[in-house]
């Protein structure tokens, strides 16, 4: 069956412009997860979505970061203001609740100039 | 909380080596242990998982880790390297309820050479 998708794969944006990143789970996955990897480090946990609602976001770096996830299905992540250091691969995994594996999406690069 | 240490940013072996690459963890509760393998702009993929049971878990690819608790190590061997093995290799860790974030390691990106 279809996979985890994100779109898109890569974004190049100005610094101080608005970005949204899309994450589509695989069907029937309720728990959602958002991991940001710079280059040369292993992702970095920012939000986990259990359903609608998210159940964790302290990996969030500050308030120009929300993510939404309004029918327990896709998610969309968006960054305000983004700033140069926000470049990075913004990874999206699912898995099924109370199941531990997590299956990844190719990621999304995005490129703040 | 958790935490995951990969010795060795690279690796580099001979086709037809043995292949070891090297993760401890810092959990202050049974931890869940996986290994992931990310090629060039993929995803990561699961190679495999110690959750319970044996310690010595098998994965995808010929791949195998054993989890040791008196070392808190799980260290990922391959008895013998192909080139198609050249890839990111990601030890991770969540705590034993489920449904956590995994923290992941640095990563060990490994070379296999002709």
């Known amino acids: 069956g279809a996979g985890v998708s994100q779109t898109p794969s890569n974004k190049v944006t100005e610094k101080g412009k608005y970005v949204e990143l899309r994450c589509d789970p695989i069907s029937g996955h309720t728990a959602l997860y958002w991991y940001r990897q710079s280059l040369g480090q292993g992702p970095e946990f920012l939000i986990y979505f259990q359903g609608t609602g998210a159940a964790d976001d302290s990996g969030l770096p500050n308030d120009r970061f929300f993510a939404v996830r309004p029918e327990g299905s896709v998610s969309t992540l968006k960054i305000q203001r983004t700033e140069r250091g926000d470049s990075a691969v913004y990874l999206c995994?699912?898995?099924?609740?109370?199941?531990?594996?997590?299956?990844f999406g190719p990621g999304t690069r995005l490129t703040v100039l | 909380a958790q935490s995951v240490t990969q010795l060795g940013s690279h690796v580099s072996v001979s086709e037809g080596a043995l292949v070891l690459l090297r993760c401890n963890y810092s959990?202050?509760?049974?931890?869940?242990l996986f290994w992931y393998v990310q090629y060039p702009n993929q995803g990561l993929q699961l190679l495999l998982k110690y959750t319970t049971g044996a310690t010595l878990v098998k994965g995808i690819n010929g791949f195998e880790a054993e989890f040791k608790k008196s070392e808190t190590s799980f260290h990922l061997t391959k008895p013998s390297a192909h080139m198609s093995d050249a890839a990111e290799y990601f030890c991770?860790?969540?705590?034993?309820?489920?449904?956590?974030?995994?923290?992941f390691g640095k990563g060990t990106r490994l070379s296999v050479i002709a």
């Open positions: 991770a860790v969540i705590h034993y309820s489920g449904n956590t974030p995994l923290v």
């Open positions: 995994a699912s898995s099924f609740k109370r199941d531990n594996e997590q299956f």
């Open positions: 959990s202050s509760v049974p931890p869940y």
